[in-house]
């Protein structure tokens, strides 16, 4: 039996490494190991709780936004701290502006690589390729002579033997299926989305005075309103803001949809692979009214199990039965030994590296293997992410949802259950960029409509002084993050922080096996996917590039004879 190792996973966030045992062509093992360290919780503890966001949110160099707001959120949760309607709907313009922007990013310049071959791109005729993208969409940059630009400057670079951004693959692998007019078709659009994405971030720009790590506070945003002054949130802004939402729709129903369309018509065998353990959840998002109205969401909140969506099953993060961290197989120790769960009000975050010194050849998958812990829902190993998303809310009947889910599988001609896969992950997250464009023009309205109104505030400073606050506060901060449910749970004690978990997408995920010996979601989509060529394992790619690993990350590093370059101390 071979073992695949690739250490590390490129185009992601952080440090991946996955271990998969081969047997006949197929993976029958996998095992996922985060390789470094996030220490933030600890960091946290004394802090003020009103800065907590300023340095929850640099957990991540990507994930900036939702760990903000999931750590502020946790906070007003303790406190009982109400946010203003303009405010909340300031911040859900801000959720699902990042949430579009980082869908596009990930299926083109992190995913699409696994599907599309870009020197084959060089042999298309622009002709064809141009009756191909008309054929799909009325976005205007399909005319013969811009695919023959196009292709001009792929040759310019291919032929320059630095394929830069274009190196580091498994080009003409046998798995790569696209005639060479969709390849090309597919590289023109990569390089457009490079340029949409620089333009459409502007909008947190505009709300957060920059990007990454925009400005928040806790009570509400950290911006004023007045449509005459040149300073504020005025007229020309929003006005600004207005201009680069329709950019972003018109790519996601222009560009991406079709894209997605076209290219898993010709990978549809992916859809019997990569399904994963087959239970989903979700925390919600874009409350509608007051952040704790969980009913009111417009990305509801729930759980599924076994892949039945005719039962949805209620989520409170907050019961100490329902969401637990197992650290059987994790480089952390627990006072109450290892094989318990703990739920996060009560999480430990200390290291205990037990893994073998680097350089190594191996995991030792029978004991600790992973910096992630591995999370559980009632004892269940659950997926997230969109592909959760837009299932609940599809159970759920949100005709928002349900109609574009229909599309896409009539499109395909497939049927509900290709969802379960990695063809399915991959056109959720594009289905979900399309439920966020069309739902930004909405609150985009909402804001002109209660500014119009006479109603600017965006601050509720009533318990922003300590002196208001209870001795001690428990709280919660839910988050759905492009990559899946994220959760905070903070403890404030006599006006600091007494206790402080975070539960990312990527841990849900990509966390190893339990003590009962479950194996986390990577792990189980792993099993059963068909490897043409070890020494290529192109397929292992694109089910882990599904799933758009983001681990979340520390900072430990070492040169390549295992010896530590640099020690960040924080007292």
């Not at 695949?4 to 490494?17: A, K, S, Y």
């Not at 303790?78 to 405010?87: E, K, S």
């Amino acid at each position: 039996m071979a073992r695949i190792v690739v250490d590390p996973i490129t185009r992601i966030e952080g440090h991946l490494r996955i271990e998969a045992e081969v047997d006949g062509g197929r993976i029958v093992r996998a095992y996922s190991s985060c390789t470094m360290w996030r220490g933030v919780e600890r960091i946290l503890i004394g802090r003020d709780p009103r800065d907590a966001w300023a340095f929850a949110q640099r957990i991540c160099g990507v994930c900036t936004t939702v760990h903000a707001y999931a750590s502020i959120r946790a906070v007003e949760d303790a406190l009982g701290i109400d946010v203003p309607p303009l405010a909340q709907a300031f911040r859900n313009l801000m959720i699902a502006t990042q949430n579009a922007h980082d869908h596009v990013m990930h299926f083109y310049h992190l995913h699409a690589l696994d599907w599309v071959n870009v020197p084959n791109a060089l042999k298309a005729d622009p002709k064809k390729t141009a009756d191909l993208a008309h054929a799909v969409s009325d976005w205007p940059n399909s005319s013969e002579a811009y695919f023959r630009d196009v292709q001009s400057k792929l040759k310019k670079f291919v032929e320059s033997g630095q394929l830069g951004i274009f190196d580091n693959a498994y080009w003409d692998h046998p798995a790569y299926k696209l005639p060479p007019e969709a390849d090309l078709l597919a590289v023109a659009h990569y390089l457009e989305a490079l340029d949409w994405q620089r333009r459409v971030i502007r909008i947190l720009t505009f709300l957060g005075g920059k990007d990454p790590h925009p400005n928040f506070v806790v009570g509400g945003v950290p911006l004023s309103v007045n449509l005459a002054s040149p300073s504020v949130v005025n007229a020309e802004v929003l006005s600004m803001i207005k201009t680069h939402i329709d950019e972003l729709k018109a790519f996601v129903e222009k560009v991406y949809i079709p894209d997605l369309i076209a290219i898993a018509g010709f990978y549809k065998e992916w859809a019997q692979w990569g399904a994963g353990v087959g239970n989903y959840l979700a925390y919600g998002e874009l409350p509608e009214g007051k952040t704790n109205e969980i009913d009111r969401l417009y990305l509801p909140r729930g759980a599924i199990l076994g892949r039945d969506l005719q039962t949805v099953h209620d989520v409170d993060p907050k019961d100490p039965e329902q969401v637990q961290e197992s650290v059987a197989h994790s480089y952390y120790r627990y006072g109450r030994g290892d094989n318990v769960l703990l739920h996060p009000f009560e999480g430990e975050t200390e290291p205990n590296y037990t893994g073998p010194k680097p350089p190594y050849e191996y995991l030792n998958v029978e004991g600790k293997y992973s910096w992630l812990k591995a999370p559980r829902w009632r004892g269940h190993s659950m997926e997230v992410g969109p592909l959760a998303r837009m299932l609940v809310a599809y159970a759920k009947g949100k005709p928002y949802v349900k109609e574009k889910v229909d599309y896409v599988l009539q499109k395909l001609d497939a049927p509900l259950t290709a969802l379960f896969s990695t063809l399915g992950r991959t056109a959720a997250r594009a289905i979900e960029a399309w439920v966020m464009a069309d739902y930004l023009p909405q609150v985009y309205d909402r804001i002109v409509s209660l500014i119009r109104m006479g109603d600017t505030t965006t601050f509720n400073g009533l318990k922003w002084d300590p002196s208001t606050w209870p001795r001690e506060a428990k709280g919660f901060g839910y988050m759905e993050a492009p990559r899946g449910a994220l959760g905070h749970w903070v403890t404030i004690r006599d006006g600091k922080i007494a206790h402080y978990q975070c539960v990312v997408p990527s841990t849900w995920n990509g966390g190893p096996r339990d003590a009962a010996g479950q194996p986390g979601p990577y792990e189980a989509a792993l099993e059963g996917t068909p490897i043409q060529n070890p020494e290529a394992p192109l397929e292992l790619l694109r089910t882990v590039h599904s799933f758009d690993p983001c681990m979340a990350c520390a900072a430990h590093i070492y040169d390549a004879q295992g010896r530590e370059i640099v020690r960040v101390r924080v007292q």
